[in-house]
């Protein structure tokens, strides 16, 4: 039986009355360990979770509907998820940590402008930490910008990746947002802050979405390159997510570049959440050499 039908059937059962015209963005977990139908399960089942966003007329009026339903293993029939929602108007903090490179900041705080502009969304903010860049004052630079809410964390001593994330992260006091990790050599496409709501559970998953690594010379345009799978660069959960796995190591890696984020990934996991992975189009990160970049 299809996707498409199977909710049909309980979506109608629960008395909506309302036709289902067609599916308008789809995600599949397989094989999901440790997911509760409700709070009252004690076992673990085994299936697919599913991410519906679905177009459904009811009363002459058009409604957009964004849930996960679940589909356990040998089943005929969709289930409800009572205890996997994603929560919709929750404000989000992309978070980054830098150092000189001015020419990469300014194209990140743009690129976040034009996330603004398209969406309108005033429910998230740019918070950059900064290690004394001298190339570029990046208060300022923000100050010009159209951001309606951002913050600069003035850091001092030598650059830190992990630390200057942390402190980005303990910037965020509101247990119930969301705090994503992102990297200056990107382009986030413009739905980027509602997908990282529609992909973090607040006690039970975190997100990390893979980007498109171009090569060498080339752009958006005259893309080639390879799905990057080997780092957790952008890494999204709830505040309230982040104290409980204790956030990144800032004492191993203090100075140390790279690693940091598996390790973050393998706290995670070890207190019990999941970690969501996909590759999202639109997502590019650009070739940069590392030369001139915090000690190297």
Same mark, same amino acid.
């Given at each position: 039986?299809?996707?498409?039908?199977?909710?049909?059937?309980?979506?109608?059962?629960?008395?909506?009355?309302?036709?289902?015209?067609?599916? *308008?963005?789809?995600?599949?977990?397989?094989?999901?360990?440790?997911?509760?139908?409700?709070?009252?399960?004690? *076992?673990?089942?085994?299936?697919?979770?599913?991410?519906?966003?679905?177009?459904?007329?009811?009363?002459?009026?058009?409604?957009?509907?964004?849930?996960?339903?679940?589909?356990?293993?040998?089943?005929?029939?969709?289930? *409800?998820?009572?205890?996997?929602?994603?929560?919709?108007?929750?404000?989000?903090?992309?978070?980054?940590?830098?150092?000189?490179?001015?020419?990469?900041?300014? *194209?990140?705080?743009?690129?976040?402008?034009?996330?603004?502009?398209?969406?309108?969304?005033?429910?998230?903010?740019?918070?950059?930490?900064?290690?004394?860049?001298?190339?570029?004052?990046?208060?300022?630079?923000?100050?010009?910008?159209?951001?309606?809410?951002?913050?600069?964390?003035?850091?001092?001593?030598?650059?830190?990746?992990?630390?200057?994330?942390?402190?980005?992260?303990?910037?965020?006091?509101?247990?119930?947002?969301?705090?994503?990790?992102?990297?200056?050599?990107?382009?986030?496409?413009?739905?980027?802050?509602?997908?990282?709501?529609?992909?973090?559970?607040?006690?039970?998953?975190?997100?990390?979405?893979?980007?498109?690594?171009?090569?060498?010379?080339?752009?958006?345009?005259?893309?080639?390159?390879?799905?990057?799978?080997?780092?957790?660069?952008?890494?999204?959960?709830?505040?309230?997510?982040?104290?409980?796995?204790?956030?990144?190591?800032?004492?191993?890696?203090?100075?140390?570049?790279?690693?940091?984020?598996?390790?973050?990934?393998?706290?995670?996991?070890?207190?019990?959440?999941?970690?969501?992975?996909?590759?999202?189009?639109?997502?590019?990160?650009?070739?940069?050499?590392?030369?001139?970049?915090?000690?190297?």
């Amino acid at each position: 039986m299809k996707i498409l039908d199977m909710y049909s059937k309980v979506y109608n059962e629960s008395s909506h009355r309302g036709e289902v015209l067609g599916v *308008h963005y789809m995600d599949t977990t397989d094989n999901m360990k440790n997911n509760y139908l409700d709070e009252s399960d004690s *076992h673990a089942v085994a299936g697919t979770r599913i991410l519906l966003e679905m177009d459904i007329k009811k009363d002459e009026e058009v409604l957009h509907t964004s849930e996960y339903v679940y589909l356990a293993t040998g089943a005929s029939s969709l289930c *409800h998820t009572s205890n996997f929602q994603w929560k919709r108007n929750v404000d989000v903090y992309l978070v980054v940590s830098v150092k000189n490179l001015g020419v990469w900041v300014q *194209h990140l705080i743009h690129n976040v402008e034009h996330i603004y502009k398209v969406t309108g969304d005033e429910r998230f903010e740019l918070v950059i930490v900064d290690y004394q860049s001298g190339d570029l004052d990046v208060a300022a630079e923000l100050r010009a910008s159209s951001l309606p809410r951002w913050k600069v964390i003035s850091m001092t001593g030598g650059f830190s990746r992990s630390g200057g994330l942390q402190a980005g992260i303990d910037y965020v006091t509101n247990p119930d947002a969301i705090v994503m990790t992102i990297d200056m050599h990107l382009t986030l496409p413009p739905g980027f802050v509602e997908y990282t709501r529609r992909h973090v559970v607040q006690g039970k998953m975190g997100f990390a979405p893979m980007f498109y690594r171009l090569n060498e010379g080339r752009t958006e345009v005259t893309r080639a390159g390879f799905w990057e799978t080997l780092t957790y660069g952008l890494l999204g959960m709830y505040k309230s997510d982040w104290t409980t796995t204790g956030g990144f190591d800032v004492q191993k890696y203090t100075t140390k570049w790279g690693g940091e984020d598996w390790d973050a990934v393998d706290r995670l996991r070890s207190k019990g959440l999941e970690l969501f992975r996909l590759g999202y189009p639109g997502l590019v990160h650009y070739y940069h050499t590392r030369a001139g970049m915090w000690g190297h």
